[in-house]
């Protein structure tokens, strides 16, 4: 990957409506970037060019780099329904793990960086440190399956791709700035007085979508390649954070109930643990990642 830093680069978000694509055409936009992107079914408000693309159809988006003529990709679109996965395994393989391959197969082509976005569901949980991007992927359920395999066909199709993997996204949705995610829910279940059950035997590393996108964005400034795992620094339970969410909405934990994972009846099985290792992004870029009260603080006012 070249570095591309520059005021005015153009940039093709794939899957701009979702909630890390929208986090990326604002985080665009404030950069002074030229940026443009794809939607499959709703169209954004974003004030940028944009077109209707469909992840599984190759050949459209071959098209869309000739239309577009973008210095760099970031492939945000996916099929995320984790239970979905399970039960359409072929379609999950379609879009999450041969369709990536093929967009960075058209990029490579075309001189075009290519950034694709992967998950720590890659990893089976039987780790007790959290993971670094050296580990080997031991997937336990068909969403990391394919993933995982997305993963595997950009390294085989693209020279110096980079790879970000993220972890249980949550932020505020650009386009409707509104909070989305976890959070929103437990915050709009404290507002209404109701308990809270949320586990305490899943450890995981939140990555929120604002600083995922900004990150992204200097990555690709600085001409970074590989693997990278872009989430919060803090190691927690769904219920710690839950935690630290009441506390910012002045809600009383006493609403905060203890859960299990095996209280949830769901067709995927989830790692309860996927805590992922950030050394290496802070090394890249000479800093810190967020502790998850720094992230919740930072977008302090969508609590409220």
Not at 150 to 179: C, K, M, Y
Not at 218 to 243: K, M, N, Q, W
């Amino acid at each position: 990957m070249s570095l591309l830093g520059y005021y005015g680069m153009r940039l093709l978000v794939v899957g701009a409506n979702g909630l890390l694509g929208s986090n990326l055409v604002d985080a665009g936009q404030q950069r002074g970037w030229d940026v443009c992107g794809t939607y499959h079914s709703t169209r954004p408000s974003f004030d940028v060019l944009l077109s209707q693309f469909d992840l599984g159809d190759s050949e459209e988006f071959r098209s869309l780099l000739g239309k577009y003529e973008p210095d760099v990709v970031v492939n945000c679109a996916a099929m995320t329904d984790v239970d979905g996965c399970e039960r359409d395994p072929e379609r999950a393989q379609l879009l999450n793990g041969n369709a990536p391959g093929k967009l960075a197969a058209h990029c490579e082509a075309n001189d075009v960086d290519f950034v694709h976005i992967s998950t720590d569901y890659v990893f089976d949980g039987t780790a007790r440190d959290p993971y670094t991007e050296a580990e080997t992927p031991i997937p336990i359920q068909e969403y990391g399956a394919s993933k995982l395999a997305g993963e595997q066909a950009v390294w085989s199709e693209s020279e110096n791709p980079l790879i970000a993997r993220l972890s249980f996204v949550w932020g505020i949705h650009r386009n409707t700035d509104d909070l989305t995610g976890f959070p929103a829910w437990v915050r709009d279940q404290l507002r209404s007085g109701e308990s809270v059950p949320l586990f305490t035997d899943q450890w995981v590393t939140p990555t929120r979508a604002g600083h995922a996108a900004d990150t992204l964005i200097d990555l690709i400034e600085r001409g970074a390649t590989g693997c990278v795992h872009i989430t919060c620094s803090s190691c927690i339970t769904p219920y710690a954070f839950g935690a630290v969410i009441a506390d910012q909405v002045d809600r009383s934990e006493d609403l905060l109930s203890e859960g299990s994972m095996d209280d949830v009846d769901r067709d995927a099985p989830r790692p309860t643990y996927s805590c992922l290792n950030v050394e290496r992004v802070e090394s890249m870029l000479y800093r810190s990642q967020p502790t998850i009260r720094e992230d919740v603080d930072a977008v302090g006012d969508a609590f409220r």
